[in-house]
């Protein structure tokens, strides 16, 4: 195994506690065994996500005091549209406060009727609810081999452009509001779209004139991959891969906590500025703010700005996309099963396969995720059917696809130590994965009840 050196050296720290068992035990069943619900100081490692908790570099820190704040057409907006429009090739750019609201103005705008369909490889949790509360329905349409934990292959977060062929012709194209590219694809593992298949998936998008999306939150390391893994783009850089990418689509929607390392931020791009804008606009007004500031001060859309450069740094993402490698690296040694290969920005712990016992309606994923924090103070989260909420129409359970639990690694934030603590818990873990028990939800909302459940421990 080899761990990739890390690209900086460290100017600050933030302690860190280690708490015993039984205080852990303590916490646990106090948040009803729902991470969401646990103080972050009473966390020892935490990935339970790698959005907005990364570490900012001092040029970040910098510029954010010079951030302009003007209501409106403050200089720090426009430092941050200038960026972006070097960066994404797009004519119109909004800056939004994290990636959830650029969907928010964004699919009420492009779902125009109730029932409309929208398909992706695969959406993520805040992007599915947003085309279920814009009255659309979202259909998820990953290539077979993103199924497959154990089967490896370079881009398994692919579309599957034959069966999304199948689906506009069953659907009918005046019902399919929109194609969404998520990128790397999350749900999946973290598992990053080949260039050529964005370019088949955008050519059955233009033949029927359906708008094509890119959910954009890890758009770098999707690059990176790219370039690592594709034929014919060794030699680009990410800055000339991204350019490429995001000229296939018409839209992108971006969570800036993610790629662009920023602690809070969002970005809405339009390749030609057009018919959707002006009704976008006006819902980032009633909803975000003015348009130059979208919901952030100009502190935040002055990181954003230096934040996306240094995204695209390729010794940064070589060192990025090593890290779940040497953590994934490290679970072979020890026999837990993952998605692989190893993702960007997460490892993809496969509880189904490693607490076979527990069926998929007692959320294995989250028991993983529940144990690990008994184990070692370690937070991570469900990617599976816990992570699903009901059918909005039945009311009935939806089963998701695999059972995750996903290690999500902030950037720039942990060190080889820290994984090596994670890959010993895990081997811990698996020492009595028997004895591993379920867990049932007490309470939960209408919409994304992974954040706000109320959950017990099924009882023998």
Not at 86 to 91: A, G, L
Not at 153 to 168: C, Q, S, T, W, Y
Not at 256 to 262: F, G, L, Q, V
């Amino acid at each position: 195994m080899k761990y990739i050196p890390e690209p900086f050296k460290i100017k600050m720290v933030e302690p860190i506690r280690i708490t015993t068992e039984e205080e852990r035990r303590a916490k646990i069943a106090a948040a009803h065994y729902n991470g969401f619900g646990l103080r972050a100081e009473d966390v020892y490692i935490d990935l339970q996500t790698d959005s907005g908790t990364g570490a900012m570099s001092d040029a970040q820190w910098a510029a954010m005091l010079r951030g302009d704040e003007s209501y409106s057409g403050g200089r720090s907006y426009y430092e941050l549209i200038d960026t972006a429009r070097e960066i994404f090739d797009y004519e119109w750019i909004q800056p939004v406060h994290q990636g959830r609201a650029a969907e928010k103005v964004l699919f009420p705008v492009l779902v125009e009727r109730p029932g409309q369909y929208v398909i992706a490889n695969t959406f993520f949790d805040t992007t599915r609810a947003h085309v279920g509360l814009a009255g659309g329905h979202a259909i998820d349409c990953v290539c077979p081999e993103g199924l497959d934990t154990l089967h490896e292959a370079p881009f398994k977060g692919n579309m599957d452009v034959a069966a999304l062929e199948r689906h506009i012709e069953e659907y009918g194209v005046a019902n399919v509001a929109g194609i969404v590219m998520t990128i790397t694809n999350n749900s999946v593992g973290g598992q990053p779209v080949s260039m050529a298949n964005m370019a088949a998936t955008a050519e059955v998008a233009r033949r029927h004139k359906i708008p094509l999306v890119i959910d954009a939150a890890r758009y770098a390391e999707n690059a990176f991959f790219i370039k690592e893994r594709e034929p014919g783009y060794a030699d680009k850089t990410t800055q000339e891969i991204t350019h490429e990418f995001f000229a296939y689509a018409d839209i992108f929607t971006m969570s800036a906590k993610k790629d662009a390392i920023t602690n809070m931020g969002g970005l809405l791009g339009v390749r030609e500025e057009g018919e959707h804008v002006p009704d976008v606009k006006s819902l980032v007004i009633s909803s975000e703010g003015y348009v130059t500031y979208g919901g952030l001060s100009g502190r935040d859309l002055a990181a954003l700005a230096v934040g996306l450069r240094e995204g695209l740094n390729e010794d940064y993402l070589r060192y990025r996309t090593g890290q779940a490698r040497y953590l994934a690296e490290c679970l072979d040694e020890i026999g837990v099963p993952y998605q692989r290969p190893a993702g960007g920005h997460a490892v993809f712990v496969d509880a189904g396969a490693l607490l076979p016992h527990i069926p998929w309606q007692q959320f294995p994923g989250h028991a993983l995720a529940v144990e690990l924090y008994v184990e070692a103070g370690i937070r991570s989260c469900d990617i599976g059917s816990f992570l699903m909420d009901r059918d909005p129409e039945t009311g009935a359970p939806q089963r998701a696809p695999l059972e995750f639990t996903r290690l999500a690694i902030p950037r720039r934030t942990y060190t080889q130590s820290h994984l090596d603590v994670i890959a010993q818990a895990l081997g811990e873990v698996k020492q009595r994965a028997e004895q591993v028990r379920g867990y049932e939800i007490t309470w939960e909302p209408k919409v994304l009840r992974h954040f706000t459940s109320k959950l017990r421990p099924v009882q023998e």
